[in-house]
T-cell receptor, first 115, second 118 residues
Framework: DVKVTQSSRYLVKRTGEKVFLECVQD?????MFWYRQDPGLGLRLIYF???????EKGDIPEGYSVSREKKERFSLILESASTNQTSMYLC??????????????FGEGSRLTVL | AQKITQTQPGMFVQEKEAVTLDCTYD???????LFWYKQPSSGEMIFLIY????DQQNATEGRYSLNFQKARKSANLVISASQLGDSAMYFC???????????????WGLGTSLAVNP
């Protein structure tokens, strides 16, 4: 069964803390994505990666960084968490190339609360 | 610019009836793909159905079908014989298949919340 696994379903952190959200996929997908989801705002892309060590900014990269040292793992880092980063974070992966649909496979999500 | 519009923030349907969720899109890509995802209250996004812009027939997957009208730039999701478990958020999304800047990521609508009444 193909799978995208996010390290934590629920996290509570304090303002200023460094936060790591980990995502692992077992489908050998080239592309990996980090989204945040807030009520009324839909899914907003933070960063994505189309290859190991490659990354591109999404729509809302400010306050975040990412790391992709291995193909299967894509980490989202909040260097200094702030209350406005309280949100649901969704990781996804997809096959690369134009000959496939580009369907995204999602993890279960990580709900982060910053106090 | 690419854009997805879902005009129905919320919908109600009676169990066993059919329901149509609207999605319109805008893109400059001559070739593109359209997706529908379901998100139950548990939070996980579930892929439902895909339509390629050059597919001759409308896509179907079980009780889900996509009413694709290319000239109108619409890709409405039809759910037949609604079940209580269909209550969820539904998102329409699009991916360009030509422009290298567009083809790796999906553009998302804001979603429609569907409630199925017993």
């Amino acid at each position: 069964d193909v799978k995208v696994t996010q390290s934590s379903r629920y996290l509570v952190k304090r303002t200023g803390e460094k936060v790591f959200l980990e995502c692992v996929q077992d489908m050998d997908h080239e592309n990996m994505f980090w989204y945040r989801q807030d009520p009324g705002l839909g899914l907003r892309l933070i960063y994505f990666s189309y290859d190991v060590k490659m990354k591109e900014k999404g729509d809302i990269p400010e306050g975040y960084s990412v790391s992709r040292e291995k193909k299967e793992r894509f980490s989202l880092i909040l260097e200094s968490a702030s209350t406005n980063q309280t949100s649901m974070y969704l990781c996804a992966s997809s096959l690369g190339g134009l000959t496939n649909t580009g369907e995204l496979f999602f993890g279960e999500g990580s709900r982060l609360t910053v106090l | 610019a690419q854009k997805i519009t879902q005009t129905q923030p919320g919908m109600f349907v009676q169990e066993k009836e059919a329901v149509t969720l609207d999605c319109t899109y805008d893109t400059s890509d001559p070739s593109y793909g359209l997706f529908w995802y379901k998100q139950p209250s548990s939070g996980e996004m579930i892929f439902l159905i895909y339509q390629g812009s050059y597919d001759q027939q409308n896509a179907t997957e079980g009780r889900y079908s996509l009413n694709f009208q290319k000239a109108r730039k619409s890709a409405n999701l039809v759910i037949s014989a609604s079940q209580l478990g269909d209550s969820a958020m539904y998102f329409c999304a699009m991916r360009g298949l030509i422009n290298a800047g567009n083809n790796r990521k999906l553009i998302w609508g804001l979603g429609t919340s569907l409630a199925v009444n017993p």
